[in-house]
């Protein structure tokens, strides 16, 4: 019996990984997107 709570945790805490990963990655586009903003802007005021 003591295998079914192991596998299960181990399901349950790499569902919470992939959800981490995965609200992760839109925040780097999000910041991705913010950053070369940024750099286009300030590429464009120093020209």
């Known amino acids: 019996f003591g295998a079914v709570p ?3 945790q181990l ?3 790499s569902f ?3 959800r981490l990963l ?3 990655n839109i925040l780097i586009k ?3 997107a913010a950053y070369g903003t940024a ?3 300030t590429g464009i ?3």
């Open 22 to 24: 995965f609200q992760s």
């Open 11 to 13: 399901l349950l805490l």
């Open 39 to 41: 750099k286009s802007g």
């Open 30 to 32: 999000a910041l991705g």
């Open 16 to 18: 919470i990984l992939l």
């Open 45 to 47: 005021a120093a020209m």
């Open 6 to 8: 192991v596998a299960t």
